[in-house]
Nanobody
Framework: VQLQASGGGLVQAGDSLRLSCVASGRTFSINAMGWFRQAPGKEREFVAAIKRSGGSTLYAESVKGRFTISRDNAGNTVHLQMNSLKPEDTAVYYC????????????????WGQGTLVTVSS
């Protein structure tokens, strides 16, 4: 499975941004996909995840009500709509795929994209 993330950029606080992640290869094995982020000097942290079948979702408390994860009908593309962005949202955002279960844990995800940088200025 290969993951290609896109959509990052430089925005101001309060602005919106939409990230996309396209999965290719053995996509039939994917049961869930998620977004993580890593700020400079910090550990990678969970942002949101969505189950491919049924579309159930998980969110980190820090982004609930501001971010929305969604998928296309085929389940191979996942989007992260980020509204009301804050400077503390600045990070490299990574798309990940988990063949087994929807999860908040970095270690549960086997496939990772290259990351896309989101910078939110105050």
């Amino acid at each position: 499975v290969q993951l290609q993330a896109s959509g990052g950029g430089l925005v101001q606080a309060g602005d919106s941004l939409r990230l996309s992640c396209v999965a290719s290869g053995r996509t039939f094995s994917i049961n869930a996909m998620g977004w993580f982020r890593q700020a400079p000097g910090k550990e990678r942290e969970f942002v949101a995840a969505i189950k491919r079948s049924g579309g159930s979702t998980l969110y980190a408390e820090s982004v609930k009500g501001r971010f929305t994860i969604s998928r296309d009908n085929a389940g191979n593309t996942v989007h992260l709509q980020m509204n009301s962005l804050k400077p503390e949202d600045t990070a490299v955002y990574y798309c990940a795929a988990d063949p087994l279960v929807i999860s908040m844990l970095v270690t549960e995800y086997d496939y990772w994209g290259q990351g896309t940088l989101v910078t939110v200025s105050s």
